[in-house]
Nanobody
Framework: QVQLVESGGGLVQAGGSLRLSCAAS????????MGWFRQAPGKVREFVAA????????LYADFVKGRFTISGDNANNTVYLQMNSLKPEDTAIYYC????????????????WGQGTQVTVSS
């Protein structure tokens, strides 16, 4: 079993930055991929970014390329999502997720999920 706890959400003005953290625990994560997803009110949950636990491989949704960066701290079992140049349309609940194996964008591929952290970007 893997437990995931997100933190770092909040209210920020458009153009601002936030860094989300996801603390993972429960088992060895060396063969896992970690992902960030988001869900806005009335919309389906969508992929944002993913990283292999080694940190060598990353994957991003097109709408965040150049603005968001995913990174990992293996020593502390923590994954981060640095979000810059935030836009009002980035407003959503952001979820951390984990899966065994390689990087994928599909929500259904991820077996473990955190509770989410709210990000609100004001215009």
């Amino acid at each position: 079993q893997v437990q995931l706890v997100e933190s770092g959400g909040g209210l920020v003005q458009a153009g601002g930055s936030l860094r989300l953290s996801c603390a993972a625990s429960g088992r060895t994560l060396s063969s896992f991929a970690m992902g960030w997803f988001r869900q806005a009110p009335g919309k389906v949950r969508e992929f944002v970014a993913a990283i292999g636990w080694s940190g060598r491989n990353t994957l991003y949704a097109d709408f965040v390329k150049g603005r968001f960066t995913i990174s990992g701290d293996n020593a502390n079992n923590t994954v981060y999502l640095q979000m810059n140049s935030l836009k009002p349309e980035d407003t959503a609940i952001y979820y951390c997720a984990a899966k065994r194996g390689g990087l994928l964008m599909a929500v259904a591929a991820y077996a473990y999920w955190g509770q989410g952290t709210q990000v609100t970007v004001s215009s």
